[in-house]
């Protein structure tokens, strides 16, 4: 074989560009098989059909899990899944420098993967009606495959994880897009997940508990509170899309939508640069220097451990519990875990401008506990404004109050969402989009940035910038076009 | 001000094109002040001028350094620049899944950066001559700022360093590339520098010990051996290029040139989609699993420690040893610091081929022991061939033996390149271009792919995906064309 038949065999030179306006179409295509209030139907169907029960019980009493000897850390049994152990952080420069805390460490990468296939000429994504025992709701939308590896190689016995052979390799399908994204680093350990979206030709088997939905339907529950899942938003955050054309009919909300629309253009002139935008980032991680060190549980200041629970002795932040779940359709139908329960829910905004014509997005650049990479890029307001209660105005992070006063009608998105309900209790969260008003002061404080929804999508194709509230409000600005 | 004002006075729309076709110029750019062998005379009067020494001693008595009692590591006084430490390694899946290494642990993310300016309209790099203990011919052409944290917040109490308020915010200059990128993830832990180019349009004071240079001076000091300094290669790494036009007279070399000027090409046809090349790195990432532990260097197995160095218990890998340096004109006049002395050469191939009219060069996915995210890209061949000595021909790393044996005419570079004075002792390591034959097997093992030099200029864009010696190997690419 020739360099040029091997050319030809594999090129593929419009892909990434053919990719972007093929998940444009589905986010405006119906779906071939139900639409998205009978798939909220099919979920609560779902949910009492298998009648899941989630209970409270002491840590002490967690089958398959126990406190180290030596070090007070949780772990499992079969020494996969996850442990909590305790963690010493150094930052500076900052205002807090140095503090001890418990985390969640799980050092595989995972995947969260959703199949694609076109019906009717659209791409139509597999979903699962999944039950996680954090979820208020118990059930949502989650991907396909939403599976650890110790899930994958099968650790606990279980039954096979339905679809996996399509996402790892040798596999059939065409990978669309593929990257290592990160999850709550205040929380986890250098956390990452594989997230990837697959496409097949072939006839797929629908088995029970899964659908077929189009973006559009997608978009549409994701406006909801508490049904499309977080494993489910990151995996839809690094979907590209391009430029869709106009609606064909005038709306009070031309002005926003129009500039939203072009802020997904490559070409739409952007405030700054792609390589502004990297600078930007780079100088924020060379700002700060971040130590981690794994410590004893047992030795984490400021933290306490009964048999119950694991908690800070002001009850702050957030604390670790066990539970007990009955399910019948899970890989394994009955387990216990620990989970971690935050002290409050959080707040997660993003502020957007039409500057030029063009949509951006005000990110901030944080540091935190668990990053892999000292910082990540964040929403415009990252924060649980509980801690903040009892601070003046000018000790409380920058736009939370500019936030909670916004008009109602500058609210473009507003919903609760779960966090990660494999590993969280009840981390619903307040995500908002808001378009500031016209005096919105230009100058920003260090560490932020007007940035396009395009130069978010360059981004996301890379991996492991935005966290995961970013990326969930990016697969939420999707919505409003 | 009004947005739109906001937008005219920042909007540089098209600045990231624009810094490409500069450093191009810039690489076919005659310089304004003296000729690259003028340069090479003036390294020479530099070295003889400050008659520096280095001279070996053993490592317990290097002043202002200790052995901590508690775990035997290695450590300056200060507690800044860096430590010796123990590192337990897990790597699965691998043939070797367990061990035990010295490493050198330096948190802090240092600077290398250079500093342009226009000089009769061409891009002059500020470069610096300096000296570095472990280098063989001590001085070497460098960036014009090379500083770790604990350097430019003037820890050892030595002299400023010049031109670094062009590198630190608030700066005056204009940022063209910005990016953190790592170093040698087998003998530092984690370790990442900024690499940073800043162009400035204001008069520049030239120091003793500095010169302005053009990309084309430049480049033609990087075919020679031990010029160039690493840090220098890596800065040079990140500068993007658009395709040059072609040379006015035709040469032998035309149809490879020629391929290599496409390979710059955005618009050049690719065997693999961006996407794809990003999937392939995902994909590596998934793969592994590395635990990473400090250890107390004291219990590192196999590794033995004497008042005179650490090293190996059969002499393999490195040794840690100790020098004492004299020298004019550094910060410090004098000092005394541990180096890490390898055992033996590195190989660093770059096997490259014309597909469909278009270089590609061919990388590898490779985990590292000290690497921050599992697995980098590096060259086709990058190994110790003394390590493999005794081993059967498919026992030894993939390529090898075929670059080994490639003939003389289809080697397009060679040059002897040291690798980081400051911490490594004639860590002096042969660097290859090779063109394949065209009967080169098409199937590749896992983990490898061909990508253009376009893709490796994007990835560099965003930094962390290439490790060192690639990154070296790119710029020595650049001198091709």
């Given amino acids: 074989m020739s360099p040029t038949s091997l050319f030809a065999q594999r090129a593929k030179p419009d892909d990434d560009t053919r990719t972007a306006r093929r998940f444009t179409e589905s986010a405006s295509g119906d779906g071939a098989f139900m639409t998205a209030s009978q798939c909220l139907a099919w979920l609560d169907a779902h949910r009492e059909q298998w009648s899941y029960s989630v209970e409270r019980v002491p840590l002490q009493e967690l089958d398959g899990w126990y ?274 329960l935050p002290a409050a829910p959080g707040l997660l905004v993003l502020l957007t401008r039409r500057i030029n014509g063009v949509l951006h997005v005000l990110l901030q650049t944080r540091p935190a506990a668990g990053a892999l990479d000292i910082v990540e890029v964040g929403p415009t307001v990252h924060c649980t404004p509980h801690t903040y209660r009892q601070l003046d105005p000018d000790e409380r992070p920058r736009y939370l109050d500019y936030a909670l006063g916004a008009a109602e009608d500058r609210v473009r998105y507003q919903a609760r969402l779960s966090e990660e309900g494999g590993r969280f209790l009840n981390a619903d969260n307040s995500y908002r989009i808001i378009e500031v008003d016209d005096d919105f002061p230009l100058e920003l404080p260090d560490g932020h940035l007007w940035l396009t929804a395009h130069q978010l999508m360059t981004l996301q194709q890379f991996g492991n910038f935005l966290n995961v509230e970013a990326r969930t409000l990016l697969a939420c600005l999707h919505t409003l076009w």
């Fill in 67 to 340: 406190f180290a000897m030596d070090t007070g850390n949780l772990a499992h049994r079969s020494g996969r899944f996850f442990t909590i152990e305790g963690l010493r952080v150094n930052l500076s420069p900052a205002r807090t420098t140095a503090w001890h805390q418990p985390i969640i460490v799980q050092r595989e990468i995972g995947i969260l993967g959703i199949l694609v296939k076109e019906f009717d000429g659209v791409l139509h994504c597999l979903m699962q009606a999944k039950m996680e025992p954090g979820n208020s709701n118990l059930v949502q939308l989650s991907p396909t495959v939403q599976a650890t590896r110790s899930n994958y190689t099968r650790v606990h016995q279980g039954a096979a994880i339905p679809y996996l052979e399509y996402f790892t390799a040798p596999r059939e399908t065409t990978v669309l897009v593929d990257s290592l994204q990160s999850e709550q680093a205040g929380w986890f350990l250098h956390k990452r997940n594989r997230n990837i979206v697959v496409e097949t030709t072939e006839d797929v088997e629908l088995r029970d508990g899964f659908c077929w939905l189009t973006l559009k339907q997608i978009h549409e529950l994701l406006r909801l509170d508490d049904v499309v899942n977080m494993d489910a938003r990151t995996v839809l955050s690094i979907m590209p899309f391009a430029p869709p054309s106009a609606p064909p009919r005038a709306t009070a909300d031309d002005a926003y939508t129009e500039a939203l629309r072009r802020s997904l253009d490559p070409q739409a002139p952007a405030l700054h640069s792609l390589s502004d935008v990297l600078s930007w980032i780079t100088e924020s991680k060379a700002r700060y220097e971040l130590t981690q060190r794994l410590i004893p549980l047992l030795d984490t200041a400021d933290w306490h451990r009964d048999g119950d629970r694991i908690a800070h002795r002001e009850g702050e932040y957030f604390s670790i519990v066990g539970v007990d779940i009955q399910a019948g359709n899970r890989e394994v139908g009955t387990w216990m875990q620990p989970l971690l």
